[in-house]
C-alpha cells in the first residue's frame, strides 16, 4: 500500500510521488544523474530530488564548460546539522569545478529581522563560514560577499546594486504578495537583492553569461520562480534561465522543524560529542515501540525515526550498512537506544573531527571573505 | 484688494499670503537672509520662497563651516530656462563654499520612463552637464553621479547603496503611496535611491554628518518630507535633519508648464537668438489687451505676462530698470511687443554669450563627472 506522500518542507514520510510533485510544484524529479553525483548520498538517496533545468548544468560538467553555484545564508542562530545540506553541495559543486557564490544576507536580517549589520558578520563567520571550511570549502573559486558590502572592486560593487535597482521594473506587486504575503518595502528591497544575488553573477563584470544552479530547499521554490520569471523580462542583460534543485529539509530531534532558536530541535556543529549524544537520548523522536516486548515483537518504524534519518542523510555512507540498519530496525531486533547509540557514536567521530577542524579555520578565514 | 493665492507649481500670481503658505506646506518664508543671498534675485525677488530649517545652513556659511548643497537632475528632454532656477542655485552655493552633489537619476528614468541607461547618459551630458558649466559651475567641491554607477571608489559604492536598502526598513507603503500615488516596486525603489541621494553625503565614507540643503520646485516637497522623516527613524548612522528651499516653477512661454516635450512651452539654451526671438513673439502669453488704444487708456498687466516673468526671474538683474518696465507696462506706456522684444533682446545677448561657453564646455566635461 502507498503511503500518503507528506511534503511539509521538514519532514519526508511516505513513498514519494514523484508525478504529483511535478504537476503541483512545476518541478522535475532527478532522474539519470552521472556517476559522480550518485556517489554522493545526498543525491543517492534523494534528499535532493527535484530540480529546473538542471540538464545545463550537467552539460556544463560534461563538456567541461565553467559554471556556478549560487547560494546564500542568513546570519541568525547556530550552524546545526541542517545547514550542512546546502553546505555539503558547495563543495560538492566546487570539487565539480563550479565558481561558488555565497550571499550573506545581512541586508534582509537587518530588514526582516532588525539585526544589525555588526551582528550579522560576526554570526556569519563564526557560525557559518568556519564551519563550511571545516566541512571542505576551499577559498579558490569562491566568492563569499556581504550583501551590505558587495565588492571591494567599484565596478562589481555598482553592478550588483544597478541590478537590484533595475529588475525593479520587470517585478510587480502582485507576485511579491504571492510569494511574501504581507509585504514591506523593506522585504522587498530585500526580495530584489535576492533577486540580484541569483542573478548578478551572469553580469559582465562578474562571469558573464553563464549557467548557474542554484540549490534550494523545497519550501523556496517560490523565490527562484520570481527570480526566474523577473531574469527573463529583463532584455538588457540577457540572463541563461536559472537551474535549481530542491532538498527536503532535515527534521529537528522531536520531529518538526530544526529551529535555531530550539536548541533540543538540533545538533550544533559546536555541540560537544557528549552533548549531541545526550540530546539524541532525551529528544530525538523514536520510530520504536512503547515496550521492549512490543519492539521486539512488531518491529519499529525506520521510516518516521530521526536517528534512523540523520544516519540515512547525513552519517552511515555505506548503503548496505545502511540497509541492515533499516532492516534489523524494522524487524525488531535493532533496539531504539540501540539505534540512537550508533548515530551518537558516528557523530561522536564526526563532531571530534570537526571541531578539530574548525580550530584550524579560524587561522585562514580571511581567505574566504571577498574583499 | 487681495487677490487669490495661485500655488500651482507652474503659475505664481496674485499677492503671496505667507501666513497660509505655513499653514498648508508646514514650511517658512524665507525671511532675514544675509546680504549674500540678497544680492541673488533668486532669493531677492523671492522666486526661491520659502524653506525649511535654512537657519543651519545660515550658521555654517556665518561660521565658515562646510556644507553640502544636494540636487538631481532628471535626464530627459531638453535643458531649457526652467531648469536655470536650480542650476543658478547650485552655482550660487558652490561659490559660497558648498560640497555641491547632483545626481542624475537614471535609474529613475529606467524605472519611471523605461529609458536606457545609456540615453540617460548621454542627455545628462549633453543638456544638462555642458549647460551646468556654461552657466558657471566649477569643477572643484563637486560630485556629479549616475544613480546606477555611484562611484569609482568600492567604500563609497557600496555605502551609497546599502543606505537605500537600509532606509526601506524605516519606511512604510502609506508613506510611499501619500507621496507617489500608486506605486509600483520600480517607484519604490527610485524612491529609496532618492532619500540616499539626499542622505549619503552625511555617511562616513562621504563628508560625514554635515548640514545639507536640498533646493526643490514647490512640488517636491513631499519627496523631500518622506526622506526627512525617514532619516530620522534610523539610529545608526545619525543624520543631521535635511535642509531645504521651495521655489516657484518658470511658467511655460503660454503660461501654463514648461514641459520638455512641447518646444512652444520652452527656451532651450541651444535654442539659436533668433528662435528664441519667435517662440517670444509667437508663444509668450501677454498680459497686454486686445487692442492699442485699450492697452494705451487701461495698461497691461505685467503679473500675468510671462515675458516680464522671464525678465524678473532671469533676465533683468538690475531692480530699478525692472520696476520702470513694470509701471510703464501697467500704466499702458509700453506695448506687449516692446516688452516682447525687451527680453529677446536679452535673451539674444545671454543665449550667444551661453553657447559660446558650451562649446568651451565640451573639452573639461570630464573634470565634471565623478569617477
Known amino acids: 500500500m502507498k503511503k500518503d506522500v507528506v511534503l511539509n518542507p521538514w519532514e519526508v514520510s511516505g513513498e514519494i510521488d514523484y508525478d504529483k510533485l511535478i504537476k503541483e510544484f512545476g518541478i522535475q524529479p532527478i532522474r539519470d544523474l552521472p556517476e559522480i553525483f550518485e556517489k554522493n548520498i545526498l543525491f543517492r538517496r534523494k534528499t535532493v530530488f527535484a530540480h529546473r533545468d538542471i540538464q545545463r548544468i550537467l552539460e556544463a560538467i560534461r563538456d567541461k564548460k565553467p559554471f556556478v553555484m549560487m547560494t546564500g545564508l542568513m546570519p541568525t542562530g547556530k550552524f546545526h546539522i541542517g545547514h550542512m545540506i546546502l553546505a555539503q553541495q558547495m563543495i560538492f559543486y566546487q570539487k565539480l569545478g563550479a565558481k561558488i557564490y555565497v550571499a550573506v544576507a545581512d541586508i534582509e536580517a537587518y530588514n526582516a529581522r532588525a539585526q544589525s549589520l555588526e551582528d550579522s558578520r560576526k554570526i556569519a563567520i563564526e557560525e557559518y563560514i568556519k564551519n563550511y571550511i571545516a566541512l571542505g570549502l576551499k577559498p579558490e573559486n569562491l566568492e563569499i560577499y556581504f550583501q551590505s558590502e558587495r565588492s571591494s ?88 534561465q536559472l537551474s535549481s534543485t530542491y532538498h527536503f529539509f532535515v527534521p529537528g530531534l522531536k520531529g518538526g522543524k530544526m529551529s535555531s532558536s530550539d536548541p533540543s530541535s538540533y545538533i550544533a556543529l559546536t555541540d560537544t560529542p557528549e552533548e549531541a549524544e545526550r540530546k539524541i537520548k532525551k529528544y530525538a523522536f523514536s520510530g520504536g515501540r512503547d515496550t521492549l516486548e512490543e519492539h521486539r515483537k512488531l518491529g519499529g518504524n525506520p521510516d518516521v525515526d530521526i536517528s534512523f534519518q540523520y544516519l540515512k542523510i547525513f552519517f552511515e555512507q555505506d548503503d548496505k550498512k545502511l540497509a541492515k540498519i533499516y532492516k534489523d530496525y524494522k524487524s525488531g531486533k535493532l533496539l531504539s537506544g540501540e539505534l540512537k547509540q550508533i548515530l551518537a557514536d558516528k557523530l561522536a567521530v564526526f563532531l571530534k573531527e570537526h571541531q578539530k577542524k574548525r580550530k584550524d579555520a579560524e587561522k585562514i578565514i580571511d581567505k574566504f571573505i571577498s574583499k
Open 153 to 240: 572592486d567599484a565596478k562589481k560593487a555598482n553592478a550588483y546594486y544597478r541590478l537590484q535597482n533595475l529588475l525593479a521594473r520587470y517585478a510587480n506587486f502582485n507576485e511579491f504578495k504571492a510569494v511574501y504575503g504581507d509585504i514591506s518595502p523593506g522585504k522587498m528591497l530585500s526580495a530584489l537583492l535576492q533577486a540580484s544575488d541569483m542573478l548578478h553573477p551572469q553580469l559582465e563584470e562578474f562571469e558573464g553569461q553563464i549557467p548557474v544552479i542554484v540549490p534550494v530547499g523545497i519550501d523556496q521554490d517560490p523565490h527562484l520562480r520570481l527570480a526566474r520569471d523577473i531574469s527573463q523580462r529583463i532584455k538588457n542583460p540577457k540572463f541563461t
